[in-house]
Structure formats: structure tokens, C-alpha cells
């Protein structure tokens, strides 16, 4: 069986969040090696998760109601969200797992 090939797209609003997120630790904890280690470890499990990206419980979460499904990532206190469409894995947030997600993700 082969398997299929994921192509990998991020949205704007996630690269904002992580331009967010990478700002707050820099300036905040003045810390530049965390930022980087945790943009390593968020590229590493999106990558992990291109080979099988449907392989894994979709959210039903009520604001992901849709045409495609969302799936999460979870690093550390973070969660990601993607949809697959066709062949095309596409990373839409990336929030802190304690927040309201049904509020936030509802606008």
C-alpha cells in the first residue's frame, strides 16, 4: 500500500500566533533559545503529523463546525489546529491549550 503525500500550507493567522507567541518569548522572558527551541519543537510535530495527518481523532469541538474536519497537535501547553484538505495539511492556529478555545475559535 503506498502511502499518500500530504503538502504542507500554514495560514496567516497561524504565523501570526507563532510571531506572537516567539515575541512574548523574547521580549517578556528575554529568553531567544526558548523561542527557537519551541519553534523547533512546533515544526518538529507538524512534520511528524504530515505523514498520517488523518490518522488521529478529529476535534469536535463546537466552533470547528465545517466543511473539513480539525485535527490537533499538542506541544507542550499549546494546541494546533489543521484541516486536510485533499492532499494539502493545512495548519490554521496554534493557541495556548488554556484559553477558551470555543470563544476564540468562533470569530
Given at each position: 500500500?503506498?502511502?499518500?503525500?500530504?503538502?504542507?500550507?500554514?495560514?496567516?493567522?497561524?504565523?501570526?500566533?507563532?510571531?506572537?507567541?516567539?515575541?512574548?518569548?523574547?521580549?517578556?522572558f528575554k529568553n531567544p533559545d526558548a523561542a527557537s527551541h519551541f519553534l523547533d519543537?512546533?515544526?518538529?510535530?507538524?512534520?511528524?503529523?504530515?505523514?498520517?495527518?488523518?490518522?488521529?481523532?478529529?476535534?469536535?469541538?463546537?466552533?470547528?463546525?465545517?466543511?473539513?474536519?480539525?485535527?490537533?497537535?499538542?506541544?507542550?501547553?499549546?494546541?494546533?489546529?489543521?484541516?486536510?484538505?485533499?492532499?494539502?495539511?493545512?495548519?490554521?492556529?496554534?493557541?495556548?491549550?488554556?484559553?477558551?478555545?470555543?470563544?476564540?475559535?468562533?470569530?
Open positions: 500500500m503506498e502511502n499518500k503525500v500530504y503538502k504542507l500550507r500554514y495560514l496567516p493567522l497561524f504565523v501570526s500566533d507563532m510571531e506572537e507567541m516567539l515575541d512574548y518569548f523574547m521580549f517578556n519543537q512546533v515544526e518538529t510535530a507538524i512534520r511528524k503529523r504530515l505523514n498520517y495527518p488523518e490518522a488521529f481523532e478529529p476535534y469536535d469541538g463546537r466552533a470547528m463546525v465545517g466543511k473539513y474536519p480539525y485535527y490537533r497537535i499538542y506541544v507542550g501547553n499549546y494546541t494546533i489546529y489543521y484541516v486536510v484538505i485533499e492532499d494539502v495539511m493545512e495548519v490554521r492556529r496554534i493557541l495556548y491549550s488554556k484559553r477558551n478555545m470555543e470563544q476564540i475559535l468562533d470569530k
